[in-house]
């Protein structure tokens, strides 16, 4: 545990917006009141820091040696000088400087706004809150640098919003908690999220590195628009839509998901994790039962415990970017693949196919549907109940044979860099 001294208590004052809730609720209302809010300071001789780890590699599709800060590994916030903010009935509260915020208290109608320079690293600490709202986010970030959303140690916060979501000007603020900003999600409690939309949408960088979540929504339950990296925590969805979803529609050349760490549990009506980019798993538990359980134009797998079960495919590596070449690629981990009766795949890849390593174990009436290269290069294989030692092939809806020959492999120096040109 690393340990900081803390500095002498204080008083701080810090002016907080707080405005009627409604349709135009953040919009510069003329209703708006602003208030003084006193910081109440804890008072402690010790701060120890509850950090967890990232088991990253570098020499994967992405190169994540340095995808996590120290910072985003911290469960805790050093509360000497932080905030205490009780929210209330139809109140926003809008945090304008770069700070520890502790959030508390019952409230419907609230919206709590971060609006800071360029620069602001904001910690908001979630610790027995509970804001339900019928058509806006309970927590919107409109600028900072980075926003920490922290569950305190033992608390229990719920976020939701009921009916139609409302835009702020041209933004379609379509989730219970919206960032325009990198937003990390970690902590020592556990964070509710309920939603008529969206879950969690950042539409730049997303990080969960640990923290409870328990998401139930109606379209993707985690969503950015550059990347989602996952290093720790306990996540569950319920979801309509997708679980994890990555994709920026003015740029193909973003939208990867990493996963390192964590227990994750998915029921998705269309896609478990859908990657634009890269789908890169290296460790962590997974439980997905969806249409499709894991997608993206490279799908790499390098350890992990995943266990999927799909109506469409399980497994499904397509052209979603033109960075980079369509690749389907196994070298390590346990993974299972149950199938729905129909036309479906375990493992499709609508460009190579490549099993180098691990144990994979399929049930299904077609296990592999690939139109580049296929190749099996090593790990153990189980289809149906027996060992294999080749890969077929169910391209074009009948059985091909194996190595059948293609585009060559992933693409080498793309934007997320470290991988290999081929395995």
Request: proline share 0%; net charge negative.
């Given at each position: 545990m690393k340990k900081k001294g803390l500095p002498i208590a204080a008083a701080v004052l810090l002016t907080l917006s707080l405005a009627a809730c409604g349709a135009a609720n953040t919009n510069n209302n003329s209703d708006t009141q602003v208030e003084t809010v006193e910081a109440v300071v804890t008072s402690s001789s010790e701060y120890s820091e509850s950090r967890t780890t990232a088991n990253v590699t570098s020499g994967g599709a992405i190169d994540a040696t340095d995808l996590f800060t120290e910072r985003d590994m911290v469960q805790n916030a050093d509360l000497s000088g932080a905030t205490q903010i009780t929210v209330e009935d139809n109140k926003d509260i809008t945090i304008t400087e770069a700070g520890v915020y502790v959030i508390s208290g019952s409230s419907a109608e609230t919206t709590i706004i971060v609006e800071a320079d360029d620069e602001a690293k904001v910690q908001l600490v979630l610790d027995g809150v509970t804001i339900t709202n019928t058509d806006f986010p309970c927590i919107y970030v409109k600028n900072a640098d980075k926003v920490f959303v922290t569950t305190a140690e033992g608390?229990?916060?719920?976020?939701?919003?009921?009916?139609?979501?409302?835009?702020?000007?041209?933004?379609?603020?379509?989730?219970?908690?919206?960032?325009?900003?990198?937003?990390?999600?970690?902590?020592?409690?556990?964070?509710?999220?309920?939603?008529?939309?969206?879950?969690?949408?950042?539409?730049?960088?997303?990080?969960?590195?640990?923290?409870?979540?328990?998401?139930?929504?109606?379209?993707?339950?985690?969503?950015?628009?550059?990347?989602?990296?996952?290093?720790?925590?306990?996540?569950?969805?319920?979801?309509?839509?997708?679980?994890?979803?990555?994709?920026?529609?003015?740029d193909d050349s973003v939208g990867y998901i990493y996963i390192c760490g964590g227990k994750i549990t998915i029921n998705a009506g269309d896609d478990g994790v859908h990657a634009t980019t890269i789908c890169q798993i290296d460790d962590g538990e997974l439980t997905i039962n969806a249409a499709e359980a894991l997608e993206g134009t490279w799908v790499q797998i390098n350890g992990g415990s995943i266990d999927l079960t799909a109506t469409d495919d399980g497994i499904n590596a397509s052209h979603k970017s033109a960075a980079y070449t369509v690749c389907l690629e196994i070298n390590g981990g346990e993974v299972s693949v149950d199938m729905g009766q129909g036309d479906t795949d375990a493992l499709d890849s609508n460009g190579n196919l490549y099993i180098n390593g691990g144990t994979l174990t399929i049930n299904a009436q077609s296990a592999f549907d690939y139109d580049g290269i296929g190749e099996y290069n090593g790990g153990t294989i189980y289809v149906n109940g027996s060992q294999i030692d080749s890969l077929s092939n169910q391209m074009m809806g009948g059985p091909m044979g194996f190595g059948q020959e293609g585009n060559g492999g992933p693409m080498g120096g793309g934007p997320m860099g470290g991988g290999p040109g081929r395995p």
């Open positions: 608390s229990t916060n719920s976020l939701s919003v009921t009916g139609t979501f409302t835009t702020d000007g041209t933004t379609n603020t379509d989730a219970v908690i919206f960032s325009k900003d990198d937003l990390v999600l970690n902590g020592l409690g556990t964070l509710k999220v309920a939603s008529s939309d969206n879950g969690i949408s950042c539409k730049d960088d997303l990080k969960v590195t640990g923290g409870t979540i328990q998401i139930e929504c109606v379209d993707a339950a985690l969503e950015a628009n550059d990347s989602i990296a996952v290093a720790d925590g306990v996540i569950s969805i319920d979801s309509d839509g997708d679980g994890l979803h990555a994709e920026n529609d003015d």
